[in-house]
């Protein structure tokens, strides 16, 4: 009964490096978001997915790039790590996008020195 | 554009007494949403309960309850005889039908409760 699975759950960059974050669920949901969560403030929404290869962009989706080539997975990428992005990743999916709630994974902590 | 404004930052409170989160919200659309999720201590986000904009019933599950009102556009949350388990960072979160997956969250209320 896994639900939503992110990895990895911690991750220490330098500046200028790259990688990507993986998101996958298992209750065959439509949308998937990604969200950055920073000390102090709520979750600001990066990037969203409405279904198998579509994405869109959220409230602060410079310096990430996302794929959703298979329903389950939704990958987060950072090109060039950053400083500023330091934070609290969370990758969640909903089944319709709006009346029904949202499934959370655990987190990823990513460090950028 | 949407928002959500919770003015509680922090809140401190002693086991058993009842405490009342805030969540104030803005949007022009007629049909949306509305979702409290609690992050304790240990990170993850649970979901605690949505209410769909034409539905102002009050809610009750056990020692918590929600009150709607869309006159003040309030969706206000207690808990009654609080416990320490109920220490956490608490969001109120706003989605409207016509933008369906772009989710606006509140910045949170950390909840504080001493025994």
């Known amino acids: 009964n896994a639900g939503v699975t992110q990895t990895p759950k911690f991750r220490v960059l330098k500046t200028g490096q790259s990688m990507t974050l993986l998101c996958a669920q298992d209750m065959n949901h439509e949308y998937m978001y990604w969200y950055r969560q920073d000390p102090g403030m709520g979750l600001r929404l990066i990037h969203y997915?409405?279904?198998?290869?579509?994405?869109a962009k959220g409230e602060v989706p410079d310096g990430y790039n996302v794929s959703r080539l298979k329903k389950q997975n939704f990958l987060l990428g950072l090109e060039s790590a950053a400083p500023s992005q330091t934070s609290v990743y969370f990758c969640a999916s909903s089944y319709d996008g709006s009346n029904q709630p949202q499934h959370f994974g655990d987190g990823t902590r990513l460090s950028i020195l | 554009a949407q928002k959500v404004t919770q003015a509680q930052t922090e809140i401190s409170v002693v086991e058993k007494e009842d405490v009342t989160l805030d969540c104030v919200y803005e949007?022009?659309?007629?049909?949306?949403?509305l979702f409290w999720y609690k992050q304790p201590p240990s990170g993850e986000l649970v979901f605690l309960i949505r209410r769909n904009s034409f539905d102002e019933q009050n809610e009750i599950s056990g020692r918590y309850s929600w009150n709607f009102q869309k006159s003040t556009s309030s969706f206000n949350f207690t808990i009654t005889a609080s416990q320490v388990v109920d220490s956490a960072v608490y969001f109120c979160?706003?989605?409207?039908?016509?933008?369906?997956?772009?989710?606006?969250f509140g910045d949170g209320t950390t909840l504080t409760v001493k025994p």
């Open positions: 979160a706003l989605i409207v039908n016509t933008n369906a997956g772009k989710s606006t």
């Open positions: 949007t022009r659309d007629t049909t949306y949403y």
């Open positions: 997915s409405v279904g198998e290869g579509t994405t």
